[in-house]
């Protein structure tokens, strides 16, 4: 059978056996768009879950923060414009001094975003309005960040001072990844500091599990000291998408109340990994499109293609499905470019870490401290709209998906020494490596090509 995959900018046919199975890995086909989404947000906040409508949580005066996801999380359609603006039609109607309320992009250890580039998400009109009150959260700033303690697990727990001191903080989810975001990841991961993002983003910690999930047990207890320890409020605004222009759900209320009905959303509509086939399989095979949520504005290094969105995003068909000691196979140019303005602490990682170990528990161990603090680079993620340097380590975390791999085949990468730097091995084509793969596994192993849903178009800057 002919299948055409994601590559790079483009698409590429190739040849697979006729006993390949395909398995689609998206479910967000079940999903329809809002017909109307402004009167879905005007009936989420007058009927919030678990709690009084935004204007009954605040008095004349109050101070107020509305925060939201930045442009790495794939919603490109106006969903957070018009939930600001609703909001800010609330507040000024309970009092509130629109001149007082500030607006924060919650970047997190992403980077910081240029005013143009907010713009395509939130609207030229709200950038131009709020000028100095519009942020992006800025983790290593002294005086921006506050300490609150210890969880009863010893998880530190640091987080942005204007959560600390609003009267109500507002939190506008624009997507969720499965069961990644959302919930009190928002406030205490895109408001927070590494030394909380520390304790949940390793190897073994992050999930996006729908059930269950681990990383959000730990972020759950974060967010129970933050609402103690701070005066004011947290109300949030999630959203489920069909797709990254339009909104399919959307519902508003408390963190614990919103994450519920989301997940419940959520369950509904996507399907257990595990369950997409019977069968597990000795070759995997996908396609990787030129595009990250951590090059949105940017350009892709073999860093983000190969281990961040190969092994990372789109690999988490692999546990589910892949035999012990399966082929991966990658199809990628994977050009071997690097933006050093915006991933300067990359080809650091990638010359210097990567040459030494891919054993991602030790490289947390052994260079995770020196990223985090080293201090020129964290200069560039303060003023130069560069991504934290620790931020590198974490996209080698992926790795920890090898133990399940017997070996990676990357399909045509333009550079065969690229895919050999991380131990992988280079085919100049599918049909090649499914041979090389057919060696391993002999030549009725049993195949399966996931067909990922096509990662949008780079946003244009």
């Given at each position: 059978?002919?299948?055409?995959?994601?590559?790079?900018?483009?698409?590429?046919?190739a040849?697979?056996p006729?006993?390949?199975m395909?398995?689609?890995?998206?479910?967000?086909?079940k999903?329809k768009?809002?017909?109307?989404l402004?009167?879905?947000?005007?009936?989420?906040?007058?009927?919030?879950?678990?709690?009084p409508?935004v204007?009954?949580?605040?008095?004349p005066?109050?101070?107020?923060?509305?925060?939201?996801d930045?442009?790495?999380?794939?919603?490109?359609?106006?969903?957070?414009?018009v939930?600001?603006?609703?909001?800010?039609?609330r507040?000024?109607a309970?009092?509130v001094?629109?001149?007082?309320?500030?607006?924060?992009?919650?970047?997190?250890?992403h980077?910081?975003?240029?005013?143009?580039?907010?713009?395509?998400i939130?609207?030229?009109?709200?950038?131009?309005?709020f000028g100095?009150r519009?942020?992006?959260?800025?983790?290593?700033?002294?005086d921006?960040?506050?300490?609150?303690?210890k969880?009863p697990?010893?998880?530190?727990?640091?987080?942005?001072?204007?959560?600390?001191?609003?009267?109500?903080?507002?939190?506008i989810?624009?997507?969720?990844?499965?069961?990644?975001?959302?919930?009190?990841?928002?406030v205490?991961?895109?408001?927070?500091?590494?030394?909380?993002?520390?304790?949940?983003?390793?190897?073994?910690?992050?999930?996006?599990?729908?059930?269950?999930?681990?990383?959000?047990?730990?972020?759950?207890?974060?967010?129970?000291?933050t609402?103690?320890k701070?005066?004011?409020?947290?109300?949030?605004?999630?959203?489920?998408?069909?797709?990254?222009?339009q909104?399919?759900h959307l519902?508003?209320?408390?963190?614990?109340?919103?994450?519920?009905?989301?997940?419940?959303?959520?369950?509904?509509?996507?399907d257990?990994?595990?369950?997409?086939?019977?069968?597990?399989?000795?070759?995997?095979v996908?396609?990787?499109?030129?595009?990250?949520?951590?090059?949105?504005?940017?350009?892709?290094?073999?860093?983000?293609?190969?281990?961040s969105?190969g092994?990372?995003?789109?690999?988490?068909?692999i546990?589910?499905?892949g035999?012990p000691?399966?082929?991966?196979?990658?199809?990628?140019?994977?050009?071997?470019?690097?933006?050093?303005?915006h991933?300067?602490?990359?080809?650091?990682?990638?010359?210097?870490?990567?040459t030494?170990?891919?054993d991602?528990?030790?490289?947390?161990?052994?260079?995770?401290?020196?990223?985090a603090?080293?201090?020129?680079?964290?200069?560039?993620?303060?003023?130069e709209?560069?991504?934290?340097p620790?931020?590198?380590?974490?996209?080698?975390?992926?790795?920890?998906?090898?133990?399940?791999?017997?070996?990676?085949?990357?399909?045509?990468?333009?550079?065969?020494a690229?895919?050999?730097?991380?131990?992988?091995r280079?085919a100049?084509?599918?049909?090649?490596?499914?041979?090389?793969a057919?060696?391993r596994h002999?030549?009725?192993?049993r195949?399966?090509?996931?067909?990922?849903?096509?990662?949008?178009?780079?946003?244009?800057a």
């Open positions: 059978m002919q299948i055409e995959l994601p590559f790079g900018d483009g698409t590429q046919a040849e697979f006729d006993h390949t395909v398995i689609e890995s998206g479910g967000r086909a999903l768009p809002l017909d109307d402004e009167a879905a947000v005007q009936r989420a906040l007058d009927r919030p879950l678990d709690s409508p204007e009954k949580l605040v008095s005066g109050a101070r107020v923060s509305i925060a939201f930045d442009p790495t999380v794939g919603s490109f359609g106006p969903v957070r414009q939930v600001i603006g609703q909001l800010l039609e507040l000024a309970a009092g001094d629109r001149g007082s309320v500030k607006l924060i992009c919650a970047n997190s250890l980077r910081k975003f240029r005013p143009h580039e907010l713009s395509l939130i609207g030229d009109e709200l950038v131009a309005e100095e519009l942020s992006c959260h800025d983790a290593e700033d002294p921006t960040m506050v300490y609150l303690g969880t697990s010893g998880y530190d727990v640091e987080i942005s001072r204007h959560v600390v001191e609003s009267d109500l903080t507002i939190y989810n624009a997507a969720h990844a499965r069961g990644f975001n959302g919930g009190w990841k928002s205490c991961v895109g408001l927070s500091s590494y030394r909380s993002i520390r304790h949940h983003h390793t190897p073994r910690g992050m999930s996006m599990s729908l059930h269950n999930n681990r990383m959000h047990a730990m972020l759950d207890e974060m967010g129970q000291l609402e103690a701070i005066a004011g409020s947290v109300f949030k605004v999630d959203t489920v998408l069909a797709n990254p222009l909104v399919a519902c508003a209320g408390t963190v614990s109340r919103t994450r519920q009905a989301t997940l419940e959303v959520l369950s509904g509509a996507i257990d990994r595990r369950n997409l086939s019977q069968e597990r399989f000795d070759t995997i996908y396609g990787i499109p030129n595009w990250s949520p951590y090059a949105v504005f940017a350009s892709m290094n073999p860093l983000l293609t190969l281990v969105s092994l990372g995003y789109l690999g988490g068909m546990q589910a499905l035999r000691g399966c082929t991966v196979i990658m199809a990628t140019p994977a050009p071997e470019t690097w933006d050093e303005v991933h300067p602490s990359y080809p650091v990682v990638w010359n210097e870490v990567l030494k170990t891919r991602p528990d030790e490289i947390a161990r052994r260079y995770a401290d020196r990223f603090t080293d201090r020129a680079l964290i200069a560039k993620y303060r003023h709209y560069a991504f934290h620790i931020h590198a380590i974490l996209a080698c975390y992926p790795l920890v998906r090898l133990e399940q791999i017997g070996q990676v085949i990357v399909a045509g990468v333009e550079q065969a690229t895919a050999e730097h991380l131990g992988f280079a100049a084509s599918v049909e090649e490596a499914l041979e090389i057919a060696h002999g030549n009725r192993g195949i399966g090509y996931v067909r990922h849903p096509l990662a949008p178009g780079k946003v244009a």
